[in-house]
């Protein structure tokens, strides 16, 4: 069993951002990352896993265009940037699930990807966004 698997995943004071509707998106992207490793540990069959993996690589697509349009609203001037590491954590999120489905990878080198994707992105990149949304609201 990986480390993942042996942390209590849950919001914790880090993740806060400071911007509410950032802050609100990642806990829905937590709570559902949640549910996959409820499933793993429990047992669970790997359709049912995939199709939480499926639900959570749309809900991050759609979250990703969501910061996208606040970083636009603002004027941040790393948005390009993001905006790649957005593509290149689901491209590399895409990768991960096919692998799995194909018996490539294991359901707990996927959650591990999951885990340090969050933490890392929410922790690191995102809360430059909403350093910067402070200073600079709408324009």
Same mark, same amino acid.
């Given at each position: 069993?990986?480390?993942?698997?042996?942390?209590?995943?849950?919001?914790?004071?880090?993740?806060?951002?400071? /911007?509410?509707?950032?802050?609100? *998106?990642?806990? @829905?992207? !937590? +709570?559902?990352?949640?549910?996959?490793?409820?499933?793993?540990?429990?047992g669970r069959d790997k359709a049912r896993i995939l199709r939480l993996l499926?639900?959570?690589?749309?809900?991050? /697509?759609?979250?990703?265009?969501? *910061?996208?349009? @606040?970083? !636009? +609203?603002?004027?941040?001037?790393?948005?390009?940037?993001?905006?790649?590491?957005?593509?290149?954590?689901?491209?590399?999120?895409?990768?991960?699930?096919?692998?799995?489905?194909?018996?490539?990878?294991?359901?707990?080198?996927?959650?591990?990807?999951l885990v340090e994707w969050f933490v890392n992105h929410t922790v690191h990149?995102?809360?430059?966004?909403?350093?910067?949304?402070?200073?600079?609201?709408?324009?």
């Open positions: 069993m990986s480390d993942t698997n042996q942390i209590d995943l849950k919001w914790e004071r880090r993740f806060e951002t400071g /911007h509410d509707r950032i802050d609100f *998106e990642h806990r @829905i992207f !937590l +709570d559902i990352i949640v549910s996959i490793k409820e499933e793993i540990l429990a499926a639900e959570l690589l749309a809900y991050s /697509h759609f979250h990703f265009v969501s *910061e996208g349009n @606040i970083m !636009l +609203d603002c004027g941040y001037p790393g948005y390009k940037g993001h905006a790649d590491h957005h593509q290149h954590l689901n491209e590399a999120f895409h990768d991960h699930m096919r692998m799995f489905e194909m018996g490539d990878k294991a359901a707990n080198d996927i959650l591990d990807f990149e995102d809360a430059k966004i909403a350093q910067y949304v402070r200073k600079h609201p709408r324009r």
